[in-house]
T-cell receptor, first 113, second 114 residues
């Protein structure tokens, strides 16, 4: 069974700090997706990483896919209160050709002004 | 309207009631999903419909009954629920039924069982 482990589970920081959250598995994934879920809303896709070693940037957010495609990280520079939310990673269950997404439990981030 | 819309946003019901959750997508997608989101657990996939046919039923109790009358609408019929069924129920859609497809979520229905 493929599992995605996310760490830390909770993170509370001050505005302006940097942070990194992780998504790890013992299984290889053909791709990984990152979502952010703000309080009272559904998850929204941030990025999809596909190639081992890939780095993608979205303003202050930097996403990296591990070389072996078993892990990914999300780094936020100079966090702002608007970054508060639940960060979820997800990957295809059956190698990506057909199947469902499996999700990690998420990292709940709180950025205080 | 665009995106994925879920109604109602909040629902409180007794264990003997019957209610339905509604999901509508305006994205022209072919696949629709129901998920359950509980505290301290990953998103749990409940049902998947692709081109209006059910393709996945993840051992969900029969007190949950999905319906997909067309590619834009998805319902979740509820009856004789248990307290442990209290959760956020999320609907999502994707262009096609593929594991590497991004999914677009609604804002969910917060369900509380008394």
């Amino acid at each position: 069974t493929q599992l995605l482990e996310q760490s830390p589970q909770f993170l509370s920081i001050q505005e302006g700090e940097n942070l990194t959250v992780y998504c790890n598995s013992s299984s290889v994934f053909s791709s990984l997706q990152w979502y952010r879920q703000e309080p009272g809303e559904g998850p929204v896709l941030l990025v999809t990483v596909v190639t081992g070693g890939e780095v993608k940037k979205l303003k202050r957010l930097t996403f990296q896919f591990g070389d072996a495609r078993k892990d990914s990280s999300l780094h936020i520079t100079a966090a702002q209160p608007g970054d508060t939310g639940l960060y979820l990673c997800a990957g295809p269950n059956y190698g990506g050709s057909q199947g469902n997404l499996i999700f990690g439990k998420g990292t709940k981030l709180s950025v205080k002004p | 309207e665009t995106g994925v819309t879920q109604t109602p946003r909040h629902l409180v019901m007794g264990m003997t009631n019957k209610k339905s959750l509604k999901c509508e997508q305006h994205l022209g997608h072919n696949a629709m999903y129901w998920y359950k989101q509980s505290a301290k657990k990953p998103l749990e996939l409940m049902f998947v419909y692709s081109l209006e046919e059910r393709v996945e039923n993840n051992s969900v109790p029969s007190r949950f009954s999905p319906e997909c009358p067309n590619s834009s609408h998805l319902f979740l019929h509820l009856h004789t629920l248990q307290p442990e069924d209290s959760a956020l129920y999320l609907c999502a859609s994707s262009q096609v039924y593929r594991g590497n497809q991004p999914q677009h979520f609604g804002d969910g229905t917060r369900l509380s069982i008394l």
